[in-house]
Nanobody, 119 residues
Framework: EVQLVESGGGLVQPGGSLRLSCAASGFSFDDYDVTWVRQTPGKWLEWVSDISWNGGRTNYAESMKGRLTISRDNAKSTVYLQMDNLKPEDTAVYYC????????????WGQGTQVTVSS
């Protein structure tokens, strides 16, 4: 069974940092690119970042560029999202998802982790 499990969310003050983790199981992790997507309180879904199967290619949303670092450890089947200088507008549920290149989309999602940025 394919599973993606996010962790690392929480309440942080503006300017603070969090590192999210996405632990994968049930498939050959290093065959897949992985993405992070967030859903804001207004329910918008916004793409945040993605990383290629070997970590050689990374992409970031313009709204968060310079404040994010995505990485992966294939030996641990885990993707990380380091978020720095967080802002209140970063408050959202953050999801990781497996990219299915043959479908042109995401085929498996985690349950999400809540990030709240507030003083």
């Amino acid at each position: 069974e394919v599973q993606l499990v996010e962790s690392g969310g929480g309440l942080v003050q503006p300017g603070g940092s969090l590192r999210l983790s996405c632990a994968a199981s049930g498939f050959s992790f290093d065959d897949y690119d992985v993405t992070w997507v967030r859903q804001t309180p207004g329910k918008w879904l916004e793409w945040v970042s993605d990383i290629s199967w070997n970590g050689g290619r990374t992409n970031y949303a313009e709204s968060m560029k310079g404040r994010l670092t995505i990485s992966r450890d294939n030996a641990k089947s885990t993707v990380y999202l380091q978020m720095d200088n967080l802002k209140p507008e970063d408050t959202a549920v953050y999801y990781c998802a497996r990219i299915a290149a043959n479908l042109g989309g995401f085929d498996y999602w985690g349950q999400g982790t809540q990030v709240t940025v507030s003083s």
